[in-house]
């Protein structure tokens, strides 16, 4: 048996490591299965090394937290070759008359991630977190079959290598076809499917989804012998560690600038998903001497690529109708492959943006993914136009009817767009209830995409609290293919489902505030709500909002509104404001009017008006998050205001909101002199320079971390 799992171990790492199998997929399945039988037959004989265990352990409460041996810092980034050469005389400015090789490897778009080995056995994997303290991933990491559970050869006492967690681009696409066909909402890039998939509480979900590691340096080692990083390579290597196939040596600004050329040129054959170059200093020592900055090494950077442009054929222009009624246009293209995925629709934003651009269907058009995600149509190549190119008249494609329900549109000018008046229009509903669903809102698992069409198609669902009428047996019956080819959801799936949906019942009142689409409520603004307001039925009748609104009005018409703003200033739904009132005193409300209001004509609407009723009919009960004035000044971050740029290392912008508003804290969208923190991340964007500009402190997600 052990010869065997030797055997099978072996062409693991001809497939995964070294890209060279010698047997087929079908003989690798049937020696594979041959070990699965025997351990089956003789179970005492498993072993947690065994190629079988990766399938994955028990599914996890929650993950550990797990402190890094040395910290796992960031690098600095770069658009510009101009800063690179000036990486490169800095260094040699700081280490004169010395020869500086430097290493050029590929940068990979994926999750940074710490594996330990002890004695040559992985104890423990980690992401990078904070870098400081990380997520606890070792039972998620064990099912990449990439990874080895024990190094090959002598190993080292201690081995701490470090890499990114890739998601395999070919594998990538057939995930998503596969989510598709599910009716599950679909990952917008490998990035984001290999970070929600380590972030996976079951291994079993993780050992199915297509994962790759690319390891490109070491942490803490006890027993490892080398000067200069690129000896690190085929050490790891020879241990059967995953590396990258291509890296450069450069001793000069134009020979790392030519690898950089060189890389872009063969990146697209990976394959995982790269989007630039990093640039380190080879040699250990001269690391040592040139050290660190608070948030980064002075010996590295990375250079990255400018998002891939590429020209296709705009074949058609279509409508899309949104949750708020408000149409679409959206570009059919002829499918090319952008930033590792095959794209074939881009948004074209809305009527002004086709005629400014001037997009004509017929046109050859340039497509980037903004931000290597979201695609979307750059420029028209006006030499390439054809005499039969086509422009496109918003209002007579449609014929001022809205395409889905043939209702009346009108032109929102709020917007910049035209919108269906129809609240009962289909494609209103579906995309109501997928953001009701949405993982965001309440985390109903399963019901978006296709599955929405047809829930709203069939008549089982004609508003998103429908949801809660559904029965396991018709939503396993549901079809989501055709009369023709049916494909009905499944049992497992409904399950599933309705879990989802019944855990539902008691979310926090914030999440549903925000589930609700009232308009002009993000999350911020439900969050606030709900630290004032026991249920959703208060919230319908709140007498602060009406406050709201009248201490405005008085204010307008210059009346005394001492009265009104002592009752919201009591309540702590506002606070005294520096400036001075001519009648009465000035103050600031934690919503405005124009949102006040907004609330309150969605809950005298004649939808709005059914919501309460219909919750308590259905035994809904969200969980309140009330608590009172003096517990809610008393809060750490009360009364701050923060604005979120670039990407955290362990937190989601979501994540860092929530974490913001339960303790006291309000989140924007803009900086401004009344902005008193702006948190930034990686890659951050023109909000610093207005931070540094207005002299708004900005902090990093450690300092965000120590602020309870």
Known sequence: MQQLRDEVRKHDRLYYEEAAPVISDREYDRLYKELVDLETQF???VTPESPTQRVGGKPLKAFEQAPHLIPMLSLDNTY???????????????????????VIEPKVDGVAVSLVYENGRLRQAATRGDGTVGDDITQNIRTIRSVPERLRGTAPKLLEVRGEVYMDKNGFEKLNDERRKGGLPIFANPRNAAAGSLKQLDPAIVAKRPLGVVLYGTGATEGVDVDVHSEIFPLLKKLSLPVSGRWWVAESVEEILDAIHELDGIRRKFAYQTDGAVVKVNSFAQRERLGFTAKSPRWAIAYKYEAERVETRLNDIVIQVGRTGILTPVAMLEPVLVSGSTVGRATLHNEDEIKRKDIRIGDTVVIEKAGEVIP????????????DARPFDFAKHVHRKCPICGSPIRRDPQFVAWRCENLQCPAQTTRRVEFFAARSALDIESVGGIVAD???????????LDLFELKTEE?????????EEPRVFGEKNARKAIRAIERARTLPLSRWLFALAIPDVGRTTAAQLARFHETIEDVANSQLLRDVLQYHEKREQKDDAKEVADRLIQAGFAKPSKSKSEKGRSITTEVGPVVAKSILDFFAS????????RLRQLRIQPKSEKISAKKAAELPL?????VLTGTLPSMTREEATEKIEALGGHVTGSVSKKTDYVLAGAEPGSKLDKAKELGVRIIDEPEFRTMR
């Open 80 to 102: 510009s070759e101009g800063e690179v050469k000036n990486f490169y005389a800095r260094i040699q400015r700081l280490l004169p008359n010395e020869k500086i090789p430097v």
């Open 43 to 45: 179970p005492d004989l």
């Open 638 to 642: 009360a009364g701050k205001t923060f």
């Open 475 to 483: 939503l396993a019956k549901l079809n989501l293919g055709t009369d």
């Open 454 to 464: 047809k829930l709203v198609e069939r008549g089982l669902v004609r508003e998103p």
């Open 376 to 387: 979307a149509v750059v420029e028209v190549v006006k030499s390439k136009r054809p005499r």
């Open 606 to 613: 004649t939808n709005g008006k059914k919501i309460p009723q």
